[in-house]
C-alpha cells in the first residue's frame, strides 16, 4: 500500500500520542544523588497524515547549545496538520551535562555519545543512551544528530554520515552542507548505531560549545526543512540545493596541522577559508617575540578547523586542512567572489569544523 493512503498511527513510547496531537513532556532516564529524576525534555509532533518518522537529537554532548536551540525553533515551528509523519525532537539528552555545562556526564566523565544504544542494567551513561535509544529512537525511521565543536575549537558546519549506505549518503545530500565526511562513526555513537540498525542517521556539526550562533542556527533549519521535505514529512517545504559539496572519504587528504614550537598564536589566514600552498596559516611567537614561526599551508585546500585558544604548547593542532580537486576549488572561488563567505572570521566564523572529538 502506498504511504499515501496509508492511516496514521499513534507514535508509542510509555504513553501514546495519537494523530494529530502535539505533545510536550519530560522523560525520566535516571536519577540523581538525592533520588530526583532526570528527565529529558521531548516534543513529539504526530501529523494528521501518515508518513516517516523523523527524531532530532540535540546536546548528547552537554556543552553543545546550537542543537537545542534549533529544535526549539523545529518544536515551536511545525504543527500536526502540516506533518505527514512524525517529528519526535529530544531537545537535551545529555541533562547532568548540560546543567553542568560539560561536555559529559559530570563526575564519571562518561561519554553519552561512545554508550549507545546502551543497557537497561550498565553504567550511568548506558543506561540513559538506553532509555532514550528504545522509547525513541527505535520507533523512528531517519535522524539528525546535533552537535558543535568541543571547547577552544570551533567547527565548519558540515554532515558527518556514512554515504557507503545509499539511504543514508541521500539524506547527508538532501540536507544541503556543503561539506560532508564520510565514515561510520564511532563505536557506540548515536548515528553509527541507529544506521546500523536500519535507521539511517546523519551528525550535523555546526560552531562553537557554550553558544549559540544564530546564521548556523537558521542554516540548520533550513537544512530540516530540506529534509522533512524531501521525505514528504513536510510538503509546503522546499528543497533547496547547495551551490557546490565536498564529499571526504576516509582515504582521501585531510591533515591537522600542527604547532612545533609553544607560544602564542595568532591566525592569518582569510578572509575566507581556502588557502594555497605555502600561504601563511598562523604565527607562533614567544612573550618576547624574540622568537616567531610562521605556519605555512602544505597544499592548496579548505581550513575545515581552527584552533580558537591563542596559545599552543608543540604538537597542539592549530587547523584541519583538506586537499581539495581542481573542480572544487574553482567553485569555492566562484561562491567567493559572489561574497557567500563574507566575513567569514569576523562574524563567528559561520561554517568552521573540527572534526577531531567533535561527534
Known amino acids: 500500500m502506498d504511504e499515501s493512503d496509508a492511516e496514521p498511527r499513534a507514535f508509542q513510547y510509555d504513553a501514546d500520542v495519537d494523530p494529530g496531537e502535539k505533545r510536550q513532556f519530560r522523560y525520566e532516564v535516571g536519577e540523581t544523588y538525592l533520588g530526583d529524576p532526570v528527565e529529558v525534555p521531548v516534543t513529539v509532533i504526530n501529523g494528521e497524515h501518515a508518513g516517516p518518522r523523523v527524531f532530532m537529537t540535540a546536546a548528547v554532548h552537554g556543552d553543545e547549545l546550537n542543537g537545542v536551540k534549533v529544535l526549539q525553533e523545529v518544536a515551536d515551528r511545525y504543527t500536526p496538520s502540516e506533518i505527514h509523519g512524525t517529528l519526535v525532537l529530544l531537545h537535551v539528552v545529555n541533562v547532568p551535562g548540560y546543567q553542568a555545562q560539560q561536555r559529559y556526564l559530570p563526575i564519571y566523565d562518561q561519554d553519552l555519545n561512545r554508550s549507545f544504544p546502551g543497557k537497561e542494567r550498565a553504567n550511568t551513561a548506558e543506561r540513559m543512551a538506553h532509555h532514550v535509544y528504545e522509547q525513541f529512537v527505535s520507533e523512528c525511521d531517519l535522524g539528525l544528530d546535533f552537535h558543535t565543536s568541543t571547547r577552544n575549537r570551533t567547527t565548519m558546519y558540515h554532515a558527518r554520515?556514512?554515504?557507503?549506505?545509499?539511504?543514508?549518503?541521500?539524506?547527508?545530500?538532501v540536507f544541503g552542507a556543503n561539506v560532508i565526511l564520510s565514515g561510520e562513526g564511532d563505536e557506540g555513537s548515536l548515528r553509527a548505531v541507529a544506521t546500523k540498525n536500519g535507521i539511517p542517521t546523519i551528525t550535523v556539526e555546526m560552531g562553537k560549545a557554550h553558544r549559540f550562533q544564530p546564521a548556523l542556527i537558521e542554516k540548520a533549519l533550513e537544512g530540516v526543512e530540506n529534509v522533512l521535505a524531501d521525505y514528504g514529512v513536510y510538503p509546503d517545504g522546499e528543497v533547496r540545493e547547495p551551490a557546490w559539496r565536498k564529499v571526504m572519504g576516509p582515504t582521501e587528504e585531510k591533515r591537522w596541522i600542527r604547532a612545533d614550537t609553544g607560544g602564542l598564536v595568532e591566525m592569518e589566514w582569510g578572509p575566507n577559508p581556502l588557502v594555497h600552498e605555502g600561504d601563511p596559516i598562523c604565527t607562533v611567537s614567544d612573550h618576547f617575540k624574540d622568537e616567531e614561526h610562521t605556519i605555512e599551508a602544505p597544499f592548496t585546500g579548505l581550513i575545515v578547523g581552527v584552533l580558537e585558544n591563542p596559545v599552543a604548547l608543540p604538537g597542539h593542532p592549530i587547523c584541519h586542512l583538506v586537499r581539495l580537486s581542481p573542480e572544487t576549488?574553482?567553485?569555492?572561488?566562484?561562491?567567493?567572489?559572489?561574497?557567500?563567505f563574507d566575513g567569514y572570521r569576523s562574524y563567528g566564523q559561520r561554517w568552521m569544523a573540527d572534526e577531531e572529538a567533535a561527534e
Open 329 to 340: 576549488r574553482e567553485e569555492i572561488e566562484r561562491e567567493i567572489s559572489r561574497g557567500e
Open 161 to 173: 554520515a556514512d554515504v557507503g549506505t545509499p539511504e543514508v549518503e541521500h539524506l547527508a545530500e
